[in-house]
């Protein structure tokens, strides 16, 4: 989980956690849904990067 986490592609996290949490609060029938998504996504994304930032050896191959 660790290395897939140091390797993810943030681009494409954010996109699949966008349609992900689109479909879940559109499904909900919440009201703004589109900013609840964009919030949510936003969040999970950066908490996301911030895990790979803290790792060490992001990139790197460890052997």
């Given at each position: 989980?660790?290395?897939w986490i140091k390797q993810?592609?943030?681009?494409w996290l954010f996109v699949l956690l966008f349609a992900f949490?689109?479909?879940?609060?559109y499904a909900?029938?919440?009201e703004s849904w589109f900013?609840?998504?964009l919030m949510a996504t936003a969040v999970d994304t950066?908490?996301?990067?911030l895990v790979q930032?803290?790792?060490?050896?992001?990139g790197r191959q460890n052997q």
């Open positions: 989980m660790v290395n993810v592609n943030l681009l949490h689109g479909i879940l609060y909900l029938g919440t900013t609840v998504t950066a908490v996301v990067a930032f803290l790792l060490p050896g992001r």
